[in-house]
């Protein structure tokens, strides 16, 4: 766990150095435009504006991030050489997968962080107060890094056997392919054939729900998220996230470094 | 001791734990954001032509996209015996101010607008007017005045304005020879059953969809059930004529020569005489559940 | 296990290629040696010879086909072993965002050092190899030869009992080379095992007590330096210069046989004979009044030793083929 760590820190360090967290930049400017414009150009949905373009700012930025960092987080290591000098000291494979997919997660949360302290500002700017429901709004922004951290498990599982190139085109794929999970259940009404249907509600439940953090609407109009929900989606992305670690921790331990 | 061979064991076993837990996990989910939502619509954004102008250059594709959550959507409230279509006009609205050259949409769409409950939203007017926006995107195309007679007759029983878009129908060079025949025969019986038979027949006979070619066969038959049990009530008066009494079984008819065997259904079921002395399906025959819910519909 | 510090038992590998990796080329075929406690091992063979295959193998960078190998009693599968060896991988790189200093301190964290221990080694590997002046800058800016040094620091930063260097003089400049040279020496004096690998014979010869040759994937031969088939001696080569003096006397008529037999360059002259006639010629030239400059052996070079193993191998092939027709 110590030497996961020890991993899991380089690579935040390397993800601070390559300047990944001035995208915040970009967000705080976004932010703050909305802030201003957006009393004048429309009247009354000022705050639902900020929140969903908040809420969907971090989200895409969360996923740009995730996708095109974690692809290359064992990839890169490889390409380059830097693993071997690693690998012979006494650490286990999994212990670097590990200390990857965590050092990427914290590099994502610290960058989430300070996007929901721009939204906030942004609010408050807006609204001049926060109010009590406002506090659904870190309840999306938790299901969002939840979203992320499987994103991260996925690009880091195609970073393990194929090129960066490829592995963006499967994490994007399945991450699209979750998001339509609701619908190939639904499909089956829709299907006169049943074994096609079969196929798709089997494969519904295998393929990772990415919809099951999508509270966007919800948050932006205020609205009350159970706990359960909260507590189902955090087992969800956990189990789901063990599941995907533990398939690129079989196939990288496998994996001849030539 | 850990050979390889024993890990992958472990392995595949751990991953069929994983997802079913993850399976389960689902299930508990689907329940809360059930829960959540009090109408899980995709309508965000009603304005197709905003819409329009976020798709970029893939606006085709978008159609697509929404033409296929109209079918879920449709597909989907039929299987769960959901009677509330009300997202079915606005989805279609999208759909086709996107591509308004989708046929398709306004064809399907405006039967499933126009079919009565519990098959469809049962508003034949809605139907109509995305007819009239096909027609005003899509001059060329003829199917369409055969879609809007085919409401005008079935659903609004208006035979003027069916025998009108028929008329407009057959004026085109490419419009099929019956279309005149129907506008002069609309106009001068309004509904006859054998031309509810010869719509119907043509809907089965051109479409390509096996679920609208199902229906249409279920319309022929049903149609076919009610001319034999016309027949047959004519026959039961006639015996009473003779005897002096209704017949209580079709059997009877047989006996004395009336009919030279038992009559059957499309489905082969033998047709029987209800409580009421009239001509009836068989309790058996499948048709008897496709016209309780035909009738129910009207 | 008391047997060697690095015991190697009918090692072999393939590598997969092609379409669906349906295809497989044998890199190193049924490799067995040992390398003993406190000894310099050579690795020599050409590029290509499966000598990174044998090293990529010990480290467990990739996985035999078949045979094993233990590193102190331990198997290369355990992950144990990994504490007491340090490897240096072939034209090695590092995260090129930190600093020599970082990289170091970075490795040093796998091997349950405190803090002040990291700290206090890593300065003193910086300084052992002559980096200590280059800790703060990142290592995009560094040489070759430069990471090559990191590469050794962070190879025995642990005080590994058994060092694996690949190829570590490659891509040196002369001095570079020296020092490295002497970094293995004193690892030896340290007491710790070294396996190294070269296509250099000048450098296996003045570093190794044993040779290991591969050629093709397969060992050819094991011994001291010296032992080694192609290294025997071939012949003497004499070094000369005859002063324009005595270049037209009537003495230099003596060795006019042996002049006829020597090839000039410049005022230069070279002269080859065998081990037997050397004190023969030696004295006709020193009657001729010529100044020896020097006298050295020849012997066959590394790579026209391989050239004939390899030749060998592919007569061998062809006489399988003619005999299995």
Not at chain 2, 66 to 88: I, P, S
Request: charged share 20%.
């Amino acid at each position: 766990m110590k030497r996961a760590g020890a991993v899991a820190l380089n690579t935040f360090r390397e993800a601070v150095r390559d300047r990944v967290l001035y995208n915040l930049v970009f967000f705080a400017l976004l932010m703050m435009a909305a802030a201003i414009f957006v009393g004048q150009i429309s009247i009354g949905i000022e705050e639902l504006v900020i929140k969903s373009l908040g809420l969907s700012a971090i989200s895409v930025i969360g996923l740009l991030i995730a996708v095109f960092i974690g692809v290359g987080l064992v990839y890169k290591e490889m390409d380059k050489r830097t693993l071997y000098a690693l690998l012979a000291k006494p650490v286990r494979r999994w212990e670097f997968l590990l200390g990857k997919f965590g050092g990427l997660v914290l590099t994502l949360a610290v960058n989430t962080v300070a996007m929901a302290a721009g939204l906030l500002a942004a609010l408050v700017y807006v609204k001049q107060h926060l109010e009590r429901t406002d506090t659904v709004l870190f309840v999306a922004i938790y299901f969002i890094l939840l979203k992320l951290m499987l994103v991260v498990a996925l690009a880091l599982l195609f970073s393990c056997f194929s090129t960066p190139l490829l592995a963006i085109l499967y994490t994007s794929a399945f991450y699209v392919a979750g998001l339509f999970v609701e619908e190939m259940r639904t499909f089956q009404f829709a299907t006169p054939n049943p074994a096609a249907s079969w196929l798709l509600r089997g494969l519904s439940y295998l393929l990772p729900n990415f919809e099951n953090f999508n509270v966007m609407a919800a948050a932006a109009h205020g609205r009350e998220i159970p706990g359960a929900l909260i507590l189902q989606n955090t087992a969800y992305a956990a189990l789901y996230c063990i599941i995907v670690l533990l398939i690129a921790a079989a196939v990288f331990s496998r994996r001849n470094l030539k | 001791m850990i050979t390889p061979n024993s890990k992958t064991l472990v392995l595949l076993v751990l991953l069929v734990l994983g997802f079913t837990g993850v399976w389960r996990l689902q299930q508990g989910i689907d329940a809360q954001r059930a829960a959540l939502h009090e109408e899980r619509d995709e309508l965000v954004l009603r304005s197709g032509k905003l819409l329009k102008a976020m798709s970029l250059e893939y606006t085709p594709l978008l159609a697509d996209f929404y033409w296929t959550r109209v079918v879920q959507y449709y597909g989907d409230k039929r299987a769960r015996h959901d009677l509330h279509f009300e997202l079915l006009s606005p989805l279609l609205d999208l759909t086709t101010t996107l591509d308004p050259h989708l046929l398709v949409a306004y064809r399907f769409g405006s039967t499933f607008l126009s079919e009565p409950s519990p098959r469809g939203a049962g508003h034949p007017e809605q139907g109509i007017a995305l007819l009239e926006r096909g027609i005003q995107a899509n001059p060329e195309y003829w199917r369409f005045y055969q879609d809007m007679g085919f409401i005008y007759y079935f659903e609004l029983k208006d035979y003027a304005k069916a025998s009108a878009a028929f008329e407009k129908g057959s004026e085109y060079p490419d419009s099929q020879i019956w279309m005149k025949v129907m506008a002069a025969k609309v106009a001068a019986e309004g509904e006859s059953l054998s031309t509810s038979i010869f719509l119907w027949r043509q809907v089965y006979e051109t479409t390509k969809d096996p679920q609208v070619k199902e229906n249409a066969l279920t319309h022929l038959q049903l149609l076919g059930v009610q001319e034999d049990c016309k027949q047959l009530d004519k026959l039961a008066d006639e015996f009473q004529k003779r005897t002096g009494r209704r017949p209580t079984r079709v059997s009877e008819l047989v006996q004395v020569g009336m009919l030279p065997q038992l009559p059957v259904d499309p489905m082969g079921y033998p047709y029987v005489f209800g409580p009421d002395g009239k001509a009836a399906l068989n309790l058996n025959s499948p048709l008897l559940e496709q016209q309780l819910l035909h009738q129910n519909a009207k | 296990m008391a047997g060697a510090t690095i015991e190697i038992e009918n090692l072999t590998k393939d590598y997969p290629y092609g379409f669906l990796h349906l295809k497989k080329k044998r890199s190193l075929e049924g490799l067995t040696m040992q390398v003993e406690d406190g000894e310099v091992f050579g690795f020599l063979g050409p590029n290509g010879a499966g000598k990174s295959t044998t090293i990529k193998l010990l480290v467990g960078l990739i996985f035999p086909d078949a045979g094993t190998a233990s590193i102190l009693g331990k198997p290369i599968t355990d992950i144990e072993m990994h504490r007491d060896i340090g490897y240096l991988p072939e034209q090695p790189y590092f995260y090129d965002y930190l600093t020599a200093a970082e990289v170091l301190d970075y490795f040093a964290r796998f091997h349950d050092l405190t803090a002040a221990d990291r700290s206090e080694r890593v300065k003193r590997m910086l300084k052992k190899v002559g980096l200590e002046t280059a800790g703060k800058i990142q290592l995009r800016k560094y040489s070759k030869g430069m990471l090559q040094r990191v590469g050794l620091a962070q190879a025995i930063l642990h005080d590994p009992k058994v060092v694996i260097l690949d190829e570590p003089m490659s891509g040196l400049d002369p001095i570079g080379r020296r020092e490295v040279r002497d970094i293995i020496l004193e690892l030896k004096r340290e007491g710790r095992t070294v396996l190294f690998s070269t296509h250099i014979l000048s450098d296996a010869e003045m570093l190794c007590d044993r040779v290991g040759v591969i050629v093709g994937g397969k060992l050819r031969g094991v011994g001291a330096p010296g032992e080694i088939v192609g290294m025997k001696t071939q012949g003497m080569e004499i070094l000369f210069e005859l002063p324009a003096s005595t270049a037209t006397s009537t003495a230099s008529a003596n060795a006019a046989g042996i002049l006829a037999k020597a090839a000039k360059t410049g005022d230069r002259y070279r002269l080859q004979v065998t081990e037997e006639e050397l004190y023969a010629a030696l004295e006709q030239l020193r009657s001729a009044g010529a100044k020896i400059l020097s006298v050295t052996q020849v012997k066959a070079t590394l790579e026209e030793y391989f050239m004939h193993l390899i030749e060998a191998d592919r007569a061998q092939a062809a006489a399988v083929e003619v005999s299995g027709k």
